[in-house]
């Protein structure tokens, strides 16, 4: 994951049901310095399939 995900990785954790966010840890700037500490931590899975 880097930071140029974060959009879409928040539009996914706000639309599922019961995902508990922190206004700190889950912003972009939290979500930017956990990554530069820990880069390899996070990961993306992304699905080219779009519904039409």
Same mark, same amino acid.
């Given at each position: =994951? @880097?930071?140029?995900?974060?959009?879409?990785?928040? &539009? /996914?954790?706000? $639309? @599922?049901?019961?995902?508990?966010? $922190?206004?700190?840890?889950?912003?972009? &700037?939290?979500?930017?310095? =956990? /990554? @530069?500490?820990?880069? @390899? /931590?996070?990961?993306?899975?992304?699905?080219?399939?779009?519904?039409?």
């Amino acid at each position: =994951m @880097t930071v140029n995900d974060y959009d879409a990785v928040y &539009q /996914l954790w706000i $639309n @599922t049901l019961g995902m508990g966010l $922190n206004d700190i840890d889950d912003s972009y &700037q939290g979500i930017e310095h =956990m /990554l @530069t500490h820990n880069p @390899t /931590l996070s990961f993306v899975a992304e699905n080219e399939y779009k519904k039409s």
